[in-house]
């Protein structure tokens, strides 16, 4: 299959317009600093990778209470901002679109790493497993139980990181409602136990996804906004284990976002194909975009076989795009790929980051 395969061709998510239907995925890779500020290896590595339809960027946090590692991007100070007007400007000039994913971590997180003297989350309940601190490795601790107040503030965080990534210059907003963060903890029946208006239901458990993600579509536009779910990942504590649940829950969650008319959804889940995601798909009424998750390496058949045989309008991937700067160029003319070295992902620095050749270099 060539150039003349879908996947290469443009497409419409609302006001966006990627040229082709590639989507550089969230892909968090800790080199922003201590301070949260994109400085020139950011610059430059958004920069190559521009030729991808579409650039979701690594995980964001709104507020520190919602920052998971330490060298993590923010969108919260003006320097922030500044730091990301360069990404912006950068990728623009290079002829792509890039959207910011706002990732406000909840319970995976640490006192030592948000700074506000806790972690947060739907209920008092601590994820499994360890986090890095600045010191080494500590267990996930329990979170302190969101109030309904509080709530209301996280919704606004978002509204604002939303209103931040636009004066940055980005070109939308993508949600992280997936993978166990915090709007992942409230969906999940196993990280929420509340039974106030927020748990206890699978309607009650999407209203936080539904509430934040009204609230950055009424910042920024519809238009300019998507969520990322994934359903039944069972990742960090977020398990979802119950088909009826799963299904109940996120019909819940596409019929609130629905009437918004969203530029696009991202789904992770191991079967795009499935029922459960285009029963999804086809309750949400906006363009799909699926990746199939960390089991197997998204590859250039698995992509064009998902757009072409119209399981999705378009797809994410992760690591090939790390590997290669011009991923959509040697996809659409069948050219080999770098090798992935997944031992620089968390690294810092240029190795592994800005350093992959390109075909024409
Ligand atoms: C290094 C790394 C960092 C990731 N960071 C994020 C992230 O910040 N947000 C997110 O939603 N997913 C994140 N993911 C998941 C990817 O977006 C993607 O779903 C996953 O890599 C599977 O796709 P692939 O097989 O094409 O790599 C990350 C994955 C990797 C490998």
Known sequence: ???????????????????????????????????????????????????MGLIVTEGTWPVAEGRTWIGQPGIETPAQVEGWRRVADAVHGAGGTIVMQVMHGGRISHPEITGTGRTVGPSAVAAPGEIRVPDGKAALPVPHELTVAEIGQA????????????????????????????????????????DDEYGGTPAKRARFAIEVVTAVAAAIGADRTGIRISPEHNIQGALETDADDVLATYLALADGLAP???????????????????KIRGAVAAPVIVNTGFG?????????????????????????AIANPDLAERWAHGHGENDIDSSTFYAGGARGYTDYPALRS
């Open 1 to 51: 299959m060539s150039t003349a395969s879908k996947i290469f061709t443009p497409a419409v998510f609302g006001a966006l317009e990627p040229r082709n239907r590639l989507v550089m995925a969230p892909l968090t890779r800790i080199r922003a600093g201590a301070d949260g500020v994109p400085g020139d290896l950011l610059v430059e590595y958004y920069a190559q990778r521009a030729s």
């Open 296 to 320: 197997v390496v998204t590859t250039r058949e698995e992509a064009i076989r998902l757009v072409e045989e119209d399981h999705a309008e378009a797809v994410a991937v992760g690591r090939a």
């Open 155 to 194: 919704v606004a965080g978002f509204a604002a990181a939303a209103r931040n990534a636009i004066e940055a210059g980005l070109d939308g907003v993508e949600v992280h409602g997936a993978n166990g963060y915090l709007i992942h903890e409230f969906l999940s029946p196993a990280s929420n136990l509340r």
């Open 260 to 278: 918004l008319g969203l530029a696009f959804v991202d789904v992770l889940h191991a079967d795009p194909a499935g029922a459960l995601i285009q």
